[in-house]
């Protein structure tokens, strides 16, 4: 089993700035992509960023210069850097990781979701 605990959500002005974490543990081999998702009620989960275990970044067209992903190999942890956070940015941001476990066996994993508002 593989555990996604993510942190670092809440309310936050227009303009202003968020960092997401997202740690992965449990029964892990390799993780080769990790990323961010974003949803609001009644829409599709739309792509945020990913990143792999090579550092080869993708970002959705909305973020794009405004929002940088990283992540950390030795502790199996992404990071979403937002900044000029605009009221569209609102949603319930969900980790993703693509991650093949010590049973050799690929595997996707989401997190539980963190709330990010974007209100005055």
């Known amino acids: 089993q593989v555990q996604l605990v993510e942190s670092g959500g809440g309310l936050v002005q227009p303009g202003g700035s968020l960092r997401l974490s997202c740690a992965a543990s449990?029964?892990?081999?390799?993780?080769?992509?990790m990323g961010w998702y974003r949803q609001v009620s009644g829409k599709e989960r739309e792509l945020v960023a990913t990143?792999?275990?090579?550092?080869?970044?993708i970002y959705g067209d909305s973020v794009k210069g405004r929002f940088t992903i990283s992540r950390d190999n030795a502790k199996n942890t992404v990071y979403l850097q937002m900044n000029s956070l605009k009221p569209e940015d609102t949603a319930v941001y969900y980790c993703?990781?693509?991650?093949?476990?010590?049973?050799?066996?690929?595997?996707?994993?989401w997190g539980q979701g963190t709330q990010v508002t974007v209100s005055s």
């Open positions: 993703y990781v693509h991650l093949t476990a010590r049973d050799t066996m690929k595997y996707n994993y």
């Open positions: 449990g029964s892990i081999f390799s993780i080769n992509v």
């Open positions: 990143i792999t275990s090579g550092g080869s970044t």
